[in-house]
């Protein structure tokens, strides 16, 4: 084999350099996407001016090449599934059984693959049969027809944990115990936005064919103050080493369902008029409850809503959302008696509070940053400007 030329030479090292040059991304980032063989220019940056972090890196998949254990392509295929594009849970994003079961939405079908028929019906049946007298058999993770005890008594039932709730008891942990943040509740009379949203409803119903609700005004207020505060729109890397401030508003907004927590994410939301964000918004939580959020669609936000006020909660303080430096949470609206010019009135006061992180946020920052949106909500015309 010959040796490549001197010129040949010359010319790759030039374009390495060249690319290395154009392309911004962390020495870490850098070093893992040698590891892994990812060529840099394919992988979207989340940082500064589109900077490549190792988290970008990590969270990048390969093009066509999605890496499926046996059993969970076994069932995509049977039941119909696209897996292209999906991240998977397991080693080296590998997708494993219980991220096909949480694509489907059919709860019986659901309820049945749970059961483990295809890993069942490898099995010897005689085996089973005996087991089954004995066991409430489930599969074991990673271990497919494998059976594990499950404790059950007249009042009590013990079954493992699912693979969502697993990944959110492992990431609010890690949220709880790793940063340390501290919570301001401010009280915000919503006598001016529910004025407001009524005259509104109309006109975005006629444009938008959608429903505006309370929760999309704050939304909106959220989008344009935290555009004036970069410290509450930042994050924190991993090792506590740099700080990224975002240049725009990837808002997250918390979704429960009965199986556990998503959080969707619209892009861009600065960028959004008021119908275009309540549009983004239903689209996004429609699609949530439905199960068919696409994987890159529940990742990427830089500030997160909580928004439990439909269900008459009066006041709670949520968790941060890894990698978001901070998280609102808004409870209900409630008939308050306040005073007024020397008066008892009452008004709709309405609770929110600001989950900060401390490492990168103080309280003063916090207070700024709330003080403008109390103001805002309070006096919500300066919205439509």
Do not use: C
């Not at 006061?349 to 940053?369: C, E, P, Q, V, Y």
Request: glycine share 4%.
């Amino acid at each position: 084999m010959r040796a490549p030329s001197l010129r040949l030479t010359i010319e790759l090292e030039s374009k390495r350099m060249e690319e290395r040059q154009l392309i911004r991304a962390t020495p870490a980032a850098r070093a893992l996407a040698r590891r892994m063989k990812v060529m840099l220019s394919n992988v979207t940056g989340t940082g500064y001016k589109g900077r490549i972090h190792i988290e970008d890196v990590a969270g990048w998949n390969f093009q066509g090449k999605v890496h499926i254990s046996p059993l969970a392509r076994r069932i995509a295929e049977a039941h119909n599934i696209d897996l292209t594009g999906i991240r998977g849970t397991g080693h080296n994003d590998k997708v494993i059984k219980d991220d096909v079961l949480l694509l489907i939405s059919d709860p019986e079908l659901k309820a049945r693959l749970t059961r483990d028929d295809f890993a069942e019906a490898t099995a010897a049946p005689k085996i089973l049969s005996k087991i089954s007298k004995q066991l409430h058999v489930v599969p074991a993770e990673g271990k497919p027809g494998l059976p594990v005890k499950v404790e059950e008594t007249a009042d009590t039932e013990t079954v493992p944990l699912s693979m969502m709730r697993k990944i959110i008891a492992k990431r609010m942990s890690e949220s709880y115990f790793s940063i340390p943040s501290f919570i301001q509740t401010w009280e915000i009379d919503m006598t001016e936005l529910l004025e407001l949203r009524k005259k509104l409803m109309d006109p975005i119903k006629e444009k938008t064919d959608k429903k505006l609700t309370v929760t999309d005004l704050i939304s909106y207020a959220v989008v344009k103050t935290l555009m004036k505060h970069k410290y509450i729109n930042a994050s924190l890397n991993n090792e506590a080493t740099e700080i990224t401030f975002h240049n725009y508003v990837n808002l997250g907004m918390a979704v429960g369902l009965d199986e556990g927590l998503l959080v969707p994410v619209v892009k861009n939301a600065d960028k959004m008029s008021l119908s275009e964000l309540v549009v983004s918004l239903k689209d996004v939580t429609e699609r949530t409850f439905s199960k068919k959020l696409m994987p890159d669609e529940q990742t990427g936000s830089t500030f997160t809503i909580s928004n439990l006020g439909m269900y008459g909660v009066e006041h709670f303080t949520a968790i941060i959302n890894q990698p978001n430096a901070a998280i609102l949470s808004v409870s209900s609206t409630k008939d308050t008696i306040v005073a007024r010019n020397g008066e008892a009135v009452i008004r709709p006061i309405m609770k929110i509070s600001l989950t900060s992180d401390h490492r990168i946020i103080d309280g003063l920052t916090a207070a700024k940053f709330m003080t403008d949106l109390k103001q805002l909500l309070e006096n919500p015309l300066s919205l439509l400007i």
